[in-house]
């Protein structure tokens, strides 16, 4: 015996209670569906009405073409004006078989089934098709909202990191201009003692000419014992991540100058040094 498992809502709408009352059977005992009966249209809108309110609603409506009150194409054609997911099923005799052919297209009918009924396989492979191809559709429905949302968190986060950028671009060229305008002369160090950035001071002298200290040591830019007194302030500011001071001279042009020396960390690879003339 076939029992087919999946668990949907159905509303069979007929105003034949005999047809009604075969046909939930049928579907009752071959499948797990819940079935709800309605006599005609009108009765059928209010239950359709209901289970949406209730966030419940129903998964198939079945429904007599021909029925008093409301009969299933005025049925359909409010439904539709409203709700496009749920699937349909009509109920057809030969009469009105033309008709039903014509509402396949123009509202979204699934399939369409004649009475009486030849063989209760008609009702369920009819019922079983409809369900699964709406559950494809849901589900392609369903990819297709998270691939724009996706497409749409993706297109924000390029937003942010682009204006992250450019505010980083700007805050850079801002910091430049502030440490260009500085007198003082502005080094990065990293932890081995190699020079990896400088800011000329204006009209500060070194023993070195300032674009020559990129990528050199300060045992080759600084006498014996500026370099060790440098080396001695750049472990304890990576001991400890305090401010180090140390004052120096140097000999430059025959004069000696003075000099005060001021290192802080900035990461756990690399400190600042601002050195100023005295």
Aim: charged share 30%; glycine share 6%.
């Amino acid at each position: 015996m076939v029992h087919f498992s999946s668990r949907s809502r159905i509303l069979l709408t007929d105003d034949d209670p005999d047809v009604r009352g075969v046909w939930s059977d049928i579907l009752s005992k071959k499948t797990d569906h819940i079935v709800d009966q309605a006599e005609n249209g009108l009765v059928a809108q209010d239950k359709l009405a209901a289970a949406n309110a209730e966030d419940s609603g129903y998964d198939l409506l079945i429904a007599d073409m021909r029925m008093p009150k409301m009969g299933g194409e005025s049925l359909i054609r409010e439904l539709r004006k409203t709700n496009l997911d749920i699937a349909i099923i009509i109920i057809t005799g030969h009469a009105v078989l033309s008709e039903a052919y014509d509402l396949l297209k123009k509202f979204q009918i699934s399939d369409f089934l004649s009475k009486p009924l030849q063989h209760p396989a008609v009702l369920l492979f009819s019922v079983e098709n409809t369900l699964e191809k709406q559950r494809l559709a849901r589900q392609e429905r369903k990819q297709i909202k998270e691939l724009a949302e996706s497409n749409e968190n993706l297109r924000k986060e390029i937003q942010q990191r682009r204006k992250v950028e450019e505010d980083l671009r700007k805050s850079e060229g801002k910091n430049r201009a502030i440490l260009e305008a500085i007198p003082d002369l502005i080094f990065r160090i990293n932890r081995n003692g190699v020079y990896t950035e400088i800011f000329p001071g204006k009209g500060l002298e070194t023993l070195v000419p300032a674009s020559e200290f990129l990528g050199k040591t300060l045992n080759e830019t600084l006498p014996a014992d500026v370099a060790q007194k440098a080396g001695r302030a750049m472990e304890k500011v990576f001991q400890t991540g305090d401010l180090q001071v140390f004052d120096f001279e140097l000999f430059v042009g025959g004069k000696e100058h003075q000099y005060r020396a001021r290192l802080i960390g900035i990461d756990d690879e690399s400190i600042i040094a601002i050195v100023q003339k005295l």
